[in-house]
């Protein structure tokens, strides 16, 4: 399993274009081969602050995710643009302890 959370601060006015199109970033994505989850969430104090959280069956899947051209037009050639920061967190999940 691979799980990335994505960071997004919007610059000044652009969260209502941003918004609509990670909306659609998550309707293509949950297409995709390995994707198990595609979720976007508008922070309830800054407004400007918007978090994906993707879940992926493996690391190959969401490699495969930033290759695709709905990924590379929309996020990387124009959700970035709009906005200020991006921070990408790849996280696996630890093994199960057993007691």
């Not at 919007?10 to 659609?24: K, Q, R, Y």
């Not at 293509?28 to 800054?46: F, I, K």
């Not at 918007?50 to 290759?67: M, N, Q």
């Amino acid at each position: 399993m691979s799980y990335v959370v994505a960071r997004y601060r919007t610059e000044e006015g652009e969260e209502n274009t941003v918004l609509p199109l990670l909306d659609t970033m998550t309707a293509v994505s949950g297409q995709e081969p390995g994707n198990l989850a595609h979720r976007v969430h508008q922070g309830t104090e800054d407004p400007r602050t918007i978090v994906l959280y993707e879940e992926y069956f493996s690391e190959a899947d969401f490699t495969a995710h930033r290759a695709t051209p709905h990924f590379q037009d929309t996020v990387l050639g124009t959700v970035v643009p709009l906005s200020e920061s991006r921070d990408v967190l790849r996280r696996a999940p630890r093994p199960e302890v057993r007691a």
